[in-house]
């Protein structure tokens, strides 16, 4: 991205904040007002104003810049649920199960859309792309991957399990993976009443053997290029951690050389110096 896609996504960015920020003030304003007006308050509009300012508006004492840490209480900065006021708990649990299924029935209507059926078909020709690739791959499998944010892929590779993942353009891999003793509570889906169900299992973890970014050398943007990175940069992490460097012959490897030897010729760890 140029820096000035990056000005202009950031300017857009601030607008669209300011612009959310705006519509919730106006949003809450006439409600408070209101409820002033139902109290007979003389000026519900001028009180309403002042107790906006008084809970939400907290600036530093030396420079008077707007504070935004969350321990003071602050409007909305976005539409969502139109700003609070048609928020699930507002519903009556009829009126959540006609929104939970118009819902359901909006995204299957998309997925029969043209275009989710071209995201269908691009996905499904990427899976059966990875289904290839790794079908020709010997010791490295995959036996999940998925997600956007985060993106989580779980196999094994020349017998070490594996865990990948990337999140907002950082990634890391963990390798042999094992229980922890620790039992956390995930969620495992919600009913059409907005009843939550949740699983409880006991988490695993590896060890950290590489992490970066995703501007690293060979990340990839598709499964295949995402899969043939994980299962390189294992095993290369393998061969240097089983290799010896050759210290018993780097004096004849000098001596060919012509030079000292600064990398191994195996696995290219930069060796210490001597």
Not at 30 to 51: I, R, S
Not at 218 to 228: F, K, L, N, S
Request: some cysteine; overall charge negative; aromatic content about 8%.
């Amino acid at each position: 991205m140029t820096d000035s896609a990056e000005i202009s996504g950031a300017v857009e960015y601030r607008q669209r904040i300011e612009r959310a920020r705006s519509g919730a003030r106006s949003r809450y304003r006439e409600h408070l007002a209101a409820v002033f007006d139902q109290h007979g308050v003389a000026e519900p509009g001028e009180l309403a104003d002042a107790t906006l300012d008084a809970l939400t508006v907290w600036r530093y004492i030396d420079s008077g810049e707007l504070c935004i840490c969350s321990c003071h209480p602050r409007l909305p900065e976005s539409d969502l649920h139109d700003y609070g006021f048609d928020c699930v708990c507002t519903r009556t649990p009829e009126a959540r199960r006609r929104a939970f299924n118009q819902w359901r029935n909006s995204i299957a209507e998309f997925w029969r859309s043209p275009e989710g059926q071209r995201i269908t078909a691009a996905e499904q020709a990427a899976d059966a792309e990875l289904a290839g690739w790794l079908a020709q791959q010997q010791g490295a499998s995959v036996h999940s991957h998925g997600g956007l944010a985060p993106e989580q892929w779980r196999g094994d590779v020349d017998g070490h399990s594996f865990y990948f993942r990337g999140r907002h353009d950082e990634w890391h891999i963990e390798l042999d993976l094992r229980p922890t003793g620790r039992f956390v509570r995930a969620m495992a889906g919600t009913d059409h009443d907005d009843t939550v169900h949740y699983q409880v299992h006991e988490s695993v973890e590896g060890d950290v053997i590489a992490s970066g970014t995703t501007d690293t050398e060979g990340y990839g943007t598709t499964p295949v290029e995402r899969a043939q990175f994980i299962v390189d940069t294992i095993r290369i992490h393998l061969v240097r951690r089983a290799c010896t460097h050759h210290r018993d012959h780097l004096a004849s490897i000098e001596a060919i050389l012509g030079t000292g030897a600064h990398w191994c010729p195996t696995c290219g760890t930069r060796l210490p110096a001597r």
